[in-house]
């Protein structure tokens, strides 16, 4: 069995870098009044940057529940949640939208907007950063394109590409704008082992290159070596080991 994770919290310490992601006593609630229900039950979590963390857990879980509170894609509610040094609980939607944008995401059914090439795809990431809009958008897509292997697949249409390709679009999608934290959910869950191994490593890759934190929530027990941490979620809760 996993023994011997690190903790959820780092200790107190003036000279390290405060946390990309801090949680503390993070409650969330699906519902209102009498169908209310907890989901989330007092969640404390630090997450460096540059570290690539795994979460695991049980189907049903709180995982991506909690991935996507972290994301900005579902408004906190209960307790602490700081990213990137801004609190984001209780915030508003125009400063949720401004977080969202220095963020990578990468889930497990790609989201690929079927009607536009690979290329249009990932330069879709760009058009949100008036930052980048600059530069060469069709440059910088791609390179990254070229980065992830699919050098020659730039003009092809999502239906003409095999699953792992399409999940290669879409780590090229979540990485071009440099984002500060990539959030992946299941990314190998549709993917054969070798396919699957070779999509982790390369979002290991670029994203150590970039310099950028990972949260990766998966079942697949095939891939947890690429973690510098792991934490398990078990019923609401974050657990600092598996049993």
Excluded: W
Excluded at 37 to 51: M, P
Excluded at 86 to 103: A, K, P
Excluded at 228 to 233: A, L, S
């Amino acid at each position: 069995m996993l023994q011997n994770y690190l903790p959820l919290i780092s200790e107190s310490n003036p000279a390290v870098e405060e946390p990309v992601i801090s949680v503390r006593n993070l409650n969330h609630y699906f519902g209102k009044g009498g169908i209310r229900k907890q989901v989330l039950f007092n969640i404390n979590l630090d997450i460096n940057r540059g570290d690539i963390v795994i979460m695991t857990g049980p189907s049903g879980s709180g995982k991506t529940t909690l991935l996507t509170l972290l994301g900005g894609l579902r408004a906190a509610q209960e307790g602490s949640l700081k990213i990137l040094g801004q609190e984001i609980c209780g915030t508003s939607e125009q400063r949720l939208t401004v977080l969202r944008r220095q963020i990578g995401y990468i889930f497990q059914a790609h989201n690929l907007m079927t009607f536009l090439t690979a290329k249009d795809n990932v330069r879709m990431s760009l058009e949100l950063h008036d930052n980048q809009l600059s530069q060469d958008a069709d440059d910088k897509a791609i390179t990254m394109l070229e980065a992830v292997g699919l050098g020659d697949r730039i003009n092809y249409y999502p239906d003409k590409l095999s699953g792992g390709q399409k999940q290669r679009v879409a780590i090229a999608r979540a990485l071009v704008s440099n984002p500060q934290i990539v959030l992946a959910d299941e990314p190998t869950a549709a993917l054969d082992k070798k396919t699957g191994r070779d999509v982790v490593e390369l979002i290991q890759k670029l994203a150590k290159e970039q310099g950028c934190t990972i949260l990766l929530v998966t079942h697949d027990n095939r891939i947890l070596d690429i973690a510098d941490r792991i934490i398990y979620m078990e019923d609401g809760q974050l657990k600092t080991a598996i049993e």
